[in-house]
């Protein structure tokens, strides 16, 4: 008896201690000066490594790095040039054509030359005319693609040595939370289409850089932790994903929706080569008639102050989150375009909502695998919902 005792004392010193542990864990703050101080002297160091690396000669300038860190995520670094394109322009001198790729982010510009080799006897001739221009669309074509593929090798080479080797400024950052680059946009509120754009994403988990800096693991090692993702947005419209397009923008019409609303119109996707499809949701939670006077339709809330708005918008965000999840794993199940190892990703832009401490963004990732085997029975709903990655933007 009194060795049970004994060992029930243990246990429950064990346990008070952990406990004791943890709630000092959780009430462990980020020193928030000292936390922007450190993403702009990362953000200045990868931009450096950026403008040797895309441009060694340094010529360009002027390519922005634009860090954010949020709690329980990691720093996410957002990359320029995601909406560049080409631009044509033709030079006064005779046979030659110079081809600059601009991006309206102050990416860096990529310019090059060569000449037209056209007969003049056949210049009148519109078959002959129409057959050069074929070739020089095929030349810019070629030539730009070129361009565009080098450019984004140098930017994923110069973020990759970034990480590795300058990551541990962000001295804040707990083991499991992540740094990652990436050239896309949280905030896309309309589809911007252009062909061939990249999406480039490189991440790393704060505790393989630690491993690596303590020496329990070789540079080699570190970079082959690195998740990179480098793909092409394929402009498609497939059936399954046009049908889900469709019954989300259903179920969050305001006579549908219980928590915020959206439409099929606010909905869009990216298919994007060998890593799956984005969805691209902007949702609301309130409308306004009359200057001052508030109504809420998903709640049958009419004629209400916006104090009363607000908190009923910032009890709403956790079912929300938990219903999107709900109706992802119920109804995006009928894709059947995505292979096992691609993912769903819907990236919401929410309701806005200053001083409400509900996030700007919400995305949420779950592998089709996960789907299949939740549709074909083999894992249940609680199981398939823990399967979420979610990632939070910065609160309102």
């Known amino acids: 008896m009194k ?30 000066e000292r936390m922007e101080r450190d993403i702009e002297v990362a953000e200045n160091v990868l931009s450096t490594l950026l403008r040797q690396e895309v441009s060694p000669n340094g010529r360009f300038f002027g390519l922005e790095v634009k860090g954010v ?10 990359l320029p040039g995601e909406y560049s394109s080409p631009i044509l322009i033709r030079g006064q001198g005779e046979g030659t054509v110079i081809y600059r790729e601009a991006d309206p982010h102050n990416a860096p510009t990529v310019a090059y030359s060569y000449s037209q080799d056209a007969e003049r006897d056949a210049r009148g001739k519109a078959e002959k005319e129409a057959q050069l221009k074929d070739k020089v669309m095929e030349k810019r074509r070629v030539a730009v693609d070129s361009a565009r593929n080098a450019y ?12 590795v080797d300058y990551s ?28 061939k754009r990249k999406h480039i994403s490189i991440e790393a988990l704060k505790s393989d850089i630690i491993a690596f800096k303590q020496g329990k693991i070789t540079r080699d090692q570190a970079f082959a932790k690195l998740k990179v993702v480098n793909t092409e947005v394929v402009d498609v419209k497939e059936q399954d994903l046009e049908l889900l397009t469709s019954i989300i923008g259903r179920l969050y019409r305001t006579d549908l929706a219980k928590t915020y609303f959206s439409s099929e119109n606010n909905i869009y996707y990216e ?46 965000y956790p079912k929300f989150e938990q219903e999107l999840k709900e109706n992802i794993l119920e109804y995006g199940r009928t894709l059947r375009s995505l292979g ?27 592998k089709n695998s996960v ?15 823990s399967r979420f990655t979610v990632k939070k933007g910065v609160n309102q």
């Open 340 to 366: 096992d190892e691609e993912v769903l990703v819907f990236n919401v832009s929410l309701t806005k909502c200053k001083g409400c401490g509900i996030p700007s963004t919400v995305e949420l990732n779950i």
């Open 69 to 78: 860190y949020q709690e329980g995520y990691g720093v996410t670094f957002r």
């Open 3 to 32: 060795d049970m005792k004994l060992t029930v004392r243990f246990w429950a010193v064990a346990i008070l201690a952990v406990t004791m542990q943890m709630q000092s864990a959780f009430a462990q703050k980020i020193d928030q």
């Open 168 to 195: 541990d400024f962000l001295t804040q950052l707990s083991p499991n939370e992540r740094i990652v680059v990436t050239n896309k946009n949280e905030n896309r509120s309309w589809y911007y289409k252009e062909n």
């Open 152 to 163: 984004n090798d140098r930017l994923i080479k110069a973020s990759k040595d970034f990480i």
């Open 271 to 316: 298919r994007l080569k060998d890593y799956g499809v984005i969805y691209y949701m902007e949702v609301f939670s309130s409308n306004e008639p009359m200057p001052g006077k508030l109504t809420l339709p998903t709640q049958g809330m009419t004629d209400v102050d916006k104090e009363t708005r607000d908190k009923k918008v910032t009890e709403l």
């Open 371 to 385: 789907l299949k085997d939740f549709a074909a029975g083999k894992i249940d709903k609680n199981t398939a919902l």
